[in-house]
């Protein structure tokens, strides 16, 4: 089983930015490909960015080209969102979840998810 723990969520104005974090526990983390969805209110849960269990693959929803980055620290079994240039669409929960290794783009293939943090974005 794997426990992922998200923070760094919060308001911010349009413009801003913010770094997400998520911390996971339970199973050796360098073998689990990672990745970040997000939902705002009445939508779907869609994929944001992920990346693969060493680091070297990495891929991005359109929506955050050019203005998100996910990285990974294996030797503090996290993984982080830095989100630049923040618009009001932005504005959701951010999630984290994990897939024994891999690098997967729908929901479904992330058996393991946190709790969420809550992004909002101010225009």
């Known amino acids: 089983q794997v426990q992922l723990v998200e923070s760094g969520g919060g308001l911010v104005q349009a413009g801003g930015s913010l770094r997400l974090s998520c911390a996971a526990s339970?199973?050796?983390?360098?073998?689990?490909?990672m990745a970040w969805f997000r939902q705002a209110p009445g939508k779907e849960r869609e994929f944001v960015a992920g990346?693969?269990?060493?680091?070297?693959?990495?891929t991005y929803a359109d929506s955050g080209k050019g203005r998100f980055t996910i990285s990974r620290d294996n030797a503090k079994n996290s993984v982080y969102l830095q989100m630049n240039s923040l618009k009001p669409e932005d504005t959701a929960v951010y999630y984290c979840?994990?897939?024994?290794?891999?690098?997967?783009?729908?929901?479904?293939?992330?058996?393991?998810w946190g709790q969420g943090t809550q992004v909002t974005v101010s225009s």
């Open positions: 990346i693969s269990w060493g680091g070297r693959q990495r």
């Open positions: 979840a994990a897939r024994d290794y891999g690098l997967g783009f729908a929901r479904d293939e992330y058996p393991y």
């Open positions: 339970g199973r050796t983390f360098s073998t689990l490909g």
